[in-house]
Antibody
Framework: DVQLVESGGGVVQPGGSLRLSCAPS????????MFWVRQAPGKGLEWVSL????????YYAESVKGRFTISRDNIKNSLFLQMNSLRVEDTALYYC????????????????WGKGTTVTVSS | EIEMTQSPATLSVSPGERATLSCRAS??????LAWYQQKPGQAPRLLIY???ARATGIPARFSGSGSGTEFTLTISSLQSEDFAVYYC????????FGGGTKVEIK
């Protein structure tokens, strides 16, 4: 059974840092791109970051570029999101999701999602 | 950035009735369009990808259509478990979600 389990969320002051982790199981992790997607309380979904299968191509939404860093460890089967210079507007439930590539493009959709980990940025 | 607009924001439907949800892209996304269902307190679930292909395990009452800028998700006969929020998302380059349509019991 394909599963994704996020961890590392918590309460942090503005300007602080957090590192989220995602533990996959039930599939060959190093065959797939991975996403981070967030959902602010009572709001819709926002794509945050994407990393290709070998970690060589990370991509970011404009709202987090320069502050967040996505990475992966294919030996230890883990996905990470290092979040620095956190802002109140980064408060959200953060999901990791497995990416499925579209043919020979660099486009991906998300076919499996974890349950998420909550990040609260507040003074 | 390609913007996605969903309508209506809320759809009130009786069980057993048909529900039609719309999603419009600000420019063509070809068929690079997915639909997700999200129930309260749960993660999103993939329903449709490639604008019209059902994901694994999704019942046949869910169907997607469209290409370019206009897309539709149809639920042919609403079941109690289908009342939820539905999001469209393009993946033509960086992914972007629509604002969602809440399907509620009439």
């Amino acid at each position: 059974d394909v599963q994704l389990v996020e961890s590392g969320g918590g309460v942090v002051q503005p300007g602080g840092s957090l590192r989220l982790s995602c533990a996959p199981s039930g599939f060959n992790f190093d065959d797939y791109a991975m996403f981070w997607v967030r959902q602010a309380p009572g709001k819709g979904l926002e794509w945050v970051s994407l990393i290709n299968w070998d970690g060589g191509r990370p991509y970011y939404a404009e709202s987090v570029k320069g502050r967040f860093t996505i990475s992966r460890d294919n030996i230890k089967n883990s996905l990470f999101l290092q979040m620095n210079s956190l802002r109140v507007e980064d408060t959200a439930l953060y999901y990791c999701a497995k990416g499925v590539i579209v043919g020979t493009t660099d486009y991906y959709y998300m076919d499996v999602w974890g349950k998420g980990t909550t990040v609260t940025v507040s003074s | 950035e390609i913007e996605m607009t969903q309508s209506p924001a809320t759809l009130s439907v009786s069980p057993g009735e048909r529900a039609t949800l719309s999603c419009r892209a600000s420019q063509s996304v070809s068929s690079n369009l997915a639909w997700y269902q999200q129930k309260p307190g749960q993660a999103p679930r993939l329903l449709i990808y490639g604008a019209s292909a059902r994901a694994t395990g999704i019942p046949a009452r869910f169907s997607g259509s469209g290409s370019g800028t206009e897309f539709t998700l149809t639920i042919s006969s609403l079941q109690s478990e289908d009342f939820a929020v539905y999001y469209c998302q393009h993946y033509n380059n960086w992914p972007h979600f629509g604002g969602g349509t809440k399907v509620e019991i009439k």
